[in-house]
């Protein structure tokens, strides 16, 4: 069998030492030693000769897969193509290496021991007590999920060459063997609690954010994106910074500890906010093989699995390729996995690779039959438009309760759930009142802040459709503390559609959830405000007297209210 091959710098080497280090690929450890006494004295001698660390991998039958050339003060781990680090167990190697001085094991490498998941990591010293070794190891976290580092005491090598008996035998790795497949065994029996506890994929989301007062809403609106994509999350790496970093995007220590604490915690998703630019998801895609993907991604995939219609798929899978196109590298787990998981769901390409050509391909394709739909659409709206049917447009931020409101008010059965963008497709209802009127109610899609540049034009057809109408009713929920912070980003969005100066009514929903049912989101100048529960139709009674007025000199009759039809 050949010799496992040197991974480092050997250009420099005499060929003696060159011969001597791949000879060290060919010795063996037993296998319930963490190393032997012969071997570790044959690495400390060659590395102070060449003034240079030297690292074994050794897998747990002994043999020696990787010897590693480092420089004087650190080594270059290569990648692992193992398929083992999965559900809580380690890699099935653990890592021998030389200290050229008496330092412990410092932070980049107990860094690459959670990494790596390493079976454990052994730093050799040479003093004139002779050969030291300081050791450390992946344990589980006591009553909490994920695992931690340990790391032991300095010991003599003479104390890893005997077995260990009672408490001594807690403190010292030995045997090798049992030890190990105890530690794997309870890492692995941690995993599982906590996938059992946490239901869903386990996310750690990566935020820039310059602080102050919105940094608490968009945290929260964060989770709840993650709750309604089905995504349970870990925690959040915060960065306090005016811009994210553009290379790196949390700055290169805060990553790397990111990644570690993603490691630690069996995360499966970094979810990232703001946006990631090519260049920062090559940097993170890079340096990880967890799955990468950021809040546009996010969003589009909740919207893929709420899109039922032709047309909302046809908008969603157009959305996710504008997004992408700009991204694709070529390489890298955020953009070659656009079928896969959270963040590549929906009615999209099968194919693991997507090339830009055929992405552009694909784009003209949508866009095409998406200008086929449109035109149908307008000739829709041009059939109420002769009609003379008033059209009233729900709008407001996701999960303000619109299309609780249509249900309530129409008897109709749109999807209505605590979740966000839980409508998609728009909804059209007519709503009658006395004497043979009646008007077009139009449920919308919810907005959010930041809306995605490529979720807003390849919706801008549906979003359009809000332009057109007659009366808007702006949905808001009242129990939201961030609630004027909504107002302002709907206002926004209109403003942009050209419906800014569209007659509309501020509609208050859930004043049921406030103390004294009076919301505290007012803005100067609204007039036509309506306080209501979009769950008991009896609240809805003056919005609706409202309406008709706003359209016809009232007559009202005593009893008779709003009919759906």
Same mark, same amino acid.
């Given at each position: ?70 420089d004087a003060h650190r080594l270059h781990l290569p990648e692992f193509s193992r398929v083992r680090g999965a559900d809580g167990r380690l890699r099935g190697v653990r890592l021998v290496a030389t200290h050229l001085t008496a ?46 580092? @340990?790391?032991? &005491? $300095?010991?003599? =090598? ?5 077995? !260990?008996?009672? +408490?001594? /035998? #807690? ?71 005016? @811009?994210?970093? &553009? $290379?790196?995007? =949390? ?5 790397? !500890?990111?990644? +570690?604490? /993603? #490691? ?302």
């Amino acid at each position: 069998m050949a010799a496992p091959l040197v991974f480092g710098d050997t250009t420099s080497l005499k060929s003696s030492h060159a011969k001597a280090l791949a000879k060290l690929g060919e010795r063996s450890v037993p296998a319930d030693s963490v190393v032997s006494a012969a071997l570790a004295r044959e690495l400390l001698e060659l590395s102070h000769e060449l003034n240079r660390r030297i690292g074994l991998f050794v897998n747990r039958r002994g043999k020696i897969e990787r010897v590693i050339l480092g420089d004087a003060h650190r080594l270059h781990l290569p990648e692992f193509s193992r398929v083992r680090g999965a559900d809580g167990r380690l890699r099935g190697v653990r890592l021998v290496a030389t200290h050229l001085t008496a330092e412990v094991l410092d932070r980049e490498e107990l860094a690459d021991l959670s990494k790596l998941k390493l079976d454990l990591s052994a730093a050799l010293h040479r003093g004139a007590a002779g050969i030291s070794v300081d050791m450390a190891c992946l344990v589980p976290n006591p009553g909490a999920d994920g695992y931690s580092v @340990h790391s032991f &005491p $300095r010991f003599a =090598l003479s104390e890893l060459l005997r077995e !260990a008996d009672g +408490v001594e /035998a #807690l403190a010292r790795p030995v045997p090798f063997g049992d030890f190990v497949r105890e530690i794997e065994a309870a890492l692995v029996s941690s995993t599982a609690r906590a996938r059992t506890e946490h239901t869903g994929t386990r996310a750690l989301i990566l935020m820039s954010h310059p602080g102050g007062a919105s940094l608490e809403p968009r945290q929260h609106e964060l989770h709840e994106l993650c709750r309604t994509a089905g995504i349970g999350v870990v925690d959040i790496v915060l960065q306090k910074r005016p @811009h994210p970093d &553009p $290379r790196t995007f =949390l700055g290169a220590g805060k990553l790397d !500890a990111a990644l +570690v604490f /993603a #490691l630690e915690h069996d995360v499966e998703l970094l979810i990232c906010d703001p946006d990631l630019s090519a260049s920062q998801a090559r940097t993170i895609t890079n340096a990880t093989d967890i799955n990468v993907i950021d809040r546009t991604m996010l969003i589009l995939d909740i919207f893929a699995q709420h899109a039922t219609s032709a047309d909302g798929k046809l908008q969603v899978e157009l959305a996710q390729l504008r997004h992408r196109l700009p991204r694709m590298l070529g390489k890298g787990t955020m953009m070659s996995r656009l079928a896969g998981g959270i963040g590549g769901r929906g009615p999209g390409e099968t194919k693991l690779e997507v090339d830009r050509r055929r992405a552009k391909d694909r784009i003209t394709d949508l866009e095409r039959r998406l200008d086929r739909l449109e035109a149908q659409r307008d000739q829709k709206r041009a059939r109420r438009r002769r009609r003379g049917v008033p059209v009233v447009a729900i709008v407001g931020y996701t999960n303000a309760g619109k299309s609780t409101l249509l249900n309530t008010v129409t008897n109709a059965e749109v999807r209505a759930e605590n979740k966000l963008f839980a409508t998609l497709d728009p909804t059209v209802r007519r709503l009658r009142f006395p004497q043979e009127r009646e008007i077009v109610l139009l449920d919308t899609v919810g907005l959010i802040r930041d809306l995605p540049p490529a979720l807003r034009q390849a919706f801008r057809a549906t979003l359009e459709e809000i332009a057109d109408a007659d009366l808007l009713l702006h949905v808001v929920d009242a129990s939201d503390p961030d609630a004027e912070q909504q107002i302002e980003t709907v206002e926004g969005v209109l403003d942009e559609l050209g419906a800014g100066d569209l007659p509309r009514f501020l509609v208050f929903n859930k004043c049921d959830r406030l103390a004294d049912g009076v919301p505290h989101a007012s803005p100067a100048g609204a007039t036509d405000q309506f306080h209501i529960s979009a769950l008991d139709r009896r609240s809805t009674r003056r919005l609706m007297e409202a309406i008709e007025s706003r359209f016809w000199s009232r007559q009202p009759a005593v009893g008779v209210g709003p009919e759906a039809r």
